[in-house]
């Protein structure tokens, strides 16, 4: 069974700071990573995805992977009221960034505080 | 259109009805995905197609569940005699190629009574 892992929150940070969102998954044989966005009744927008080990930046978004430790982050600097939203972490076996059979976590409900 | 489009927007039916659930990709989109999410969860995969053909049918729950996309774009899910379990928001999603970024819609809410 794949699982990924994520903490629910809420996960509270103050405007301008840095949010850090974490993630963990079980299948060794995972090769992509996603994060996605979704604000409440909304469906969900990809933000990054990234399938190397290392970090990879993208505005004020910054994923960061270790497949050693099968562990995914992502960071968002100075944070804005208007990132408040769920961040779902994904993974899949597949090379690439395509939506084939991603598994989900449930995601970490992100609050930034005016 | 603009965007991947679902119809209908919210469907509620009664317990062992069959309802079927649409969805229209971006143009152009050859890749077609739906997943569903149950509340507190993230999205579920159900099933992906290439074309016309079905790449991956490995989350379809059962057989009760069933999709179809004839013509390569519109698709078409089915549930057949419904479960209050089925009750969740049904997703579309589509992406150019297999390995390019997919667009969610605004998803079918389900509710089974």
């Known amino acids: 069974q794949k699982e990924v892992e994520q903490n629910s929150g809420p996960l509270s940070v103050p405007e301008g700071a840095i949010a850090s969102l974490n993630c963990t998954y079980s299948d060794r044989g995972s090769q992509s990573f996603f994060w996605y966005r979704q604000y409440s009744g909304k469906s969900p927008e990809l933000i990054m995805f990234?399938?190397?080990?290392g970090d990879k930046e993208d505005g004020r978004f910054t994923a960061q992977l270790n497949k050693a430790s099968q562990y995914v982050s992502l960071l968002i600097r100075d944070s804005q009221p208007s990132d408040s939203a769920t961040y779902l972490c994904?993974?899949?076996?597949?090379?690439?960034?395509?939506?084939?059979?991603?598994?989900f976590g449930k995601g970490t409900h992100l609050i930034i505080q005016p | 259109g603009a965007g991947v489009s679902q119809t209908p927007s919210n469907k509620v039916t009664e317990k062992g009805k069959y309802v079927e659930l649409r969805c229209d990709p971006i143009?152009?989109?050859?890749?077609l995905y739906w997943y569903r999410q149950s509340l507190g969860q993230g999205p579920e995969f159900l099933i992906y197609?290439?074309?016309?053909?079905?790449?991956?049918d490995s989350g379809l729950p059962n057989d009760r569940f069933f999709a179809v996309r004839p013509e390569g774009s519109v698709s078409t899910l089915k549930i057949q005699r419904t479960e209050r379990g089925d009750s969740a928001v049904y997703l579309c999603?589509?992406?150019?190629?297999?390995?390019?970024?997919?667009?969610f819609g605004q998803g079918t809410r389900l509710t089974v009574v």
């Open positions: 999603a589509s992406s150019h190629s297999s390995t390019s970024e997919a667009f």
């Open positions: 994904a993974v899949n076996q597949y090379s690439g960034g395509g939506a084939d059979g991603l598994t």
């Open positions: 197609f290439q074309g016309t053909g079905a790449a991956d």
């Open positions: 990234i399938y190397s080990n």
């Open positions: 143009s152009g989109h050859t890749a």
